[in-house]
């Protein structure tokens, strides 16, 4: 007994020697998850239909930079433009059934999952990026991010592309809605907006924004509508000379998760995303107006004749689409919404 004492002992130290290494090498916390996920990769990918040109597309850069490095490489994110996944409708779909875990869109392509998003067609709603910002980040603005998972089967992270006017092209100078009479323009597949330019005087047609500078180029259409940024990424200021700054529309973009990928996540990486889809939103905005004046500058060099419209003409063009509220109303779900959204911006002021 005397004699196996110290081959004990041996033993006994071998064991707590062990226990210490298997302490030392044992996975540690990030802080941006249990260990258990920080363990794994999360690999995630991103979509959009927009050219790398984009706001949108620095945005996504943004995203990727902030969820890769806030959470210590445990986020590993590809992004997919130029509709590589699909036109706008197609990576939505892919969104709700988790092939794709994240994409932007322009809340117009989500009316048919969100009818409330509608509200954001009130024409000439917004007198100024101020108070679409103010709007936005406000109880309003949060209230539609958080109704997409209940409504839209997906969850509403933030707004992108914060606050682009939609403008006017064409293939001859308008001032006015008379000046519209018989105008082919390519509109959204969106009956709000349609509504608005049937109003207008235009004859409005959907067509694919893939296929919408060729049909530009080929007289298909005779107009189109859409905010600078687009028409200057994609090249048609080579197909159409002429750009009436009517700022009818506000129009914004949401980036969207999905639902089962998301809630999966736990909540630090949750609150990475999040944060991540903020800084995308501040950086935007604060590139906004540089660009913005770029834009203006880029339609001069090519040659584009570009026509602001005076206080009288504006009000021409408020009047006539002042009738289609009603209808927005109806497709959103009633006046209240867009009493809401009213309410909101006069606040905002």
């Keep these: 007994m005397k004699r196996n004492i110290p081959v004990l002992g041996v033993l006994v130290c071998a064991a707590l020697l062990c226990s210490g ?9 990030s802080g941006a998850g249990s260990s258990r996920q920080a363990a794994k990769t999360i690999k995630v990918k991103m979509t959009h239909t927009g050219t790398e040109l984009t706001l949108a597309h620095q945005a996504f850069l943004v995203i990727k930079d902030y969820m890769e490095k806030t959470s210590n490489g445990v986020f590993e994110v590809t992004i997919y433009p130029n509709g590589q996944l699909g036109n706008d409708a197609q990576i939505v779909e892919a969104v709700q059934e988790g092939d794709v875990e994240m994409m932007f869109t322009n809340t117009g ?3 048919s999952f969100v009818p409330d998003l509608g509200v954001f067609a009130v024409p000439f709603a917004f007198p100024s990026h101020e108070v679409a910002y103010k709007v936005l980040d406000g109880q309003f603005g949060k209230a539609m991010l958080d109704g997409m998972e209940k409504k839209g089967s997906m ?4 707004y992108l592309e914060a606050v682009a006017y939609r403008e006017l092209s064409a293939n001859r100078v308008i001032r006015t809605p008379a000046d519209l009479s018989g105008l082919k323009i390519r509109v959204m597949t969106n009956p709000i907006h349609i509504a608005i330019w049937e109003r207008l005087g235009a004859q409005p047609t959907a067509i694919s924004f893939a296929e919408l ?26 197909v159409q ?17 999905n639902p089962a990928w998301f809630n999966g996540l736990t909540p630090e990486l ?6 991540a889809a903020t800084e995308a939103t501040l950086f935007q905005r604060e590139r906004a107006a540089e660009d913005y004046a770029g834009y203006l500058k880029t339609l001069s060099d090519n040659g584009i004749t570009v026509t602001t419209l005076t206080e009288e003409e504006l009000n021409q063009w408020k009047a006539m689409a002042t009738p289609v509220l009603p209808m ?14 009213l309410a909101a911006v006069e606040a905002s002021k």
């Design 21 to 29: 290494c298997s302490k030392a090498n044992a996975p540690q916390s």
């Design 109 to 111: 392509n989500l009316l």
């Design 213 to 238: 500078y060729t049909a530009l180029q080929q007289g298909t259409v005779d107009a189109q509508e859409n905010p600078l940024e687009l028409f200057i990424s994609q090249r048609f200021y080579e």
């Design 241 to 257: 000379k002429y750009v009436t700054l009517t700022h009818h529309i506000f129009t914004t973009g949401m980036l969207t998760a």
């Design 270 to 275: 949750q609150q990475i995303v999040r944060d």
């Design 328 to 341: 927005i109303a109806k497709e959103v779900g009633g006046q209240e919404i867009i009493d809401r959204l």
């Design 155 to 158: 969850v509403g992270l933030g």
